[in-house]
């Protein structure tokens, strides 16, 4: 019974995808503002003004589709994106200038950081039952691995580690212990990496999951790197009022996204279907999805697509329960030859 509910599942999924293609816009956060940029057409716009108040870090949640952010000043705030109406934020928690902020969606739970209380703290979605995770010297970023179940944060310091923990805090380790003033982090589910900018140095760095391969991708001394996000074969990084956009692979160039007139903080790229899609265009993508099904259960749902030339070649999407099984070696061998037109059935 439990099977044919997830096939059920997966085949809606990928019905809905075959009509409906993808569009990715990135948000961003400045001094005062959050806006989204349309990667299609370039398109800026604002989404929020908060005058007078920084706004460090950005997190959504895909299933209530809401934005969440931290106010420098005090509080986390969310409003609803998208969304056609003129925003109009609401208060979650109240808290003690967050620096860092992720989303836990398969408990929807915020997590975040105080630097200068030394806090790494946790409520639920509606800002409820506020508990302090761990008590840290200086966290700066954190990001969920929502696959296995870990938290990944880094340190406002120059002489700062990179940390993993379990989310009850019990079980720290370092991952990268040469870190220094890092405030962006990025779990990538699909590679099994990390991500993370470093604002003095302008380093843009990554490792496997358990700490080792440590890869520079960008070393630009410009410095002044804060949020970044990434899709499944680019990293959008902010340095100083710039966004650049760059393969993942080693030795690659970064590019201009969009220059801004302030420093960029918060980096979030947002992920949906759409139908303003280019025919010649090719891409993959990968999101996380929390899926009901009829008995009132939870599962997470790890949904991959790739497109080629039209919308109705995907190539995989996968259902499970509780914790991914998607077909990894089937995926990565599809990503690295595109010619393959067929869906893969892989049940
Ligand atoms: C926003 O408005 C457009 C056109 O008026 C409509 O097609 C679209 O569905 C609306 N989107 C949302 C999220 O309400
Ligand atoms: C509140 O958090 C504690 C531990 O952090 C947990 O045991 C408890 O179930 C939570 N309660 C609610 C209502 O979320
Ligand atoms: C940092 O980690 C490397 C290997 O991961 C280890 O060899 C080195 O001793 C560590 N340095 C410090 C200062 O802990
Ligand atoms: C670390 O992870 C990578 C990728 O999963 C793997 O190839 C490597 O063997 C692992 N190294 C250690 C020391 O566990
Ligand atoms: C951003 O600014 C840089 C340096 O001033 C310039 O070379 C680049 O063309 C600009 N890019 C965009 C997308 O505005
Ligand atoms: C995953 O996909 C590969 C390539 O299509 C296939 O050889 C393999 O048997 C699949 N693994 C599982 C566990 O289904």
Known sequence: MKEHKALLVMILV?????????????????????????LKSGEVKVLLILAGNYMLSL?????????????????????PY????????????STNGPLGIAFDSVNKHIY??????????????????????????????????IENRWIYYGQDLNNGKIYRLTFDGKDRR??????????????????????WNEYYTGALKSVWYNGTDVQTLVNTNLGQNWGLDTNDDFVFYSSFNSIFKMAKSVEQTPTVVHNDTEQIYGVLLYKHQGKDY?????????????????EGNFHTSFVMFQFKSNCRNYQEAKYSTGK?????TAYKSEKNNRKEEKPTQDV
């Open 14 to 38: 990928l019905r809905l995808c075959a009509v409906n293609c993808i569009e990715e816009k990135l948000l961003y956060s400045t001094f005062g503002y959050v806006k989204e940029i349309d």
């Open 59 to 79: 997190a959504y949640d895909y299933d209530d589709r809401y934005l969440y952010i931290p106010k420098r000043s005090g509080d986390i705030i969310k409003f």
């Open 82 to 93: 998208p969304s056609n109406q003129t925003v109009q934020f609401e208060f979650v928690v």
């Open 112 to 145: 975040w950081t105080e630097d200068n209380k030394g806090k790494i703290m946790r409520c639920n979605a509606d800002g409820t039952n506020k508990t302090t995770i761990l008590d840290e010297r200086q966290p700066s970023a954190l990001s969920i691995d």
């Open 174 to 195: 370092v991952i990268y212990n040469l870190s220094s003033n890092m405030y962006g982090i990025q779990v990538d589910v699909i590679d099994k990496r990390l991500y």
């Open 278 to 294: 280019d025919e010649n265009e090719r891409m993959s993508y990968t999101y996380i999805k929390r899926v009901v099904d009829e």
């Open 324 to 328: 991914s099984i998607f077909n990894k």
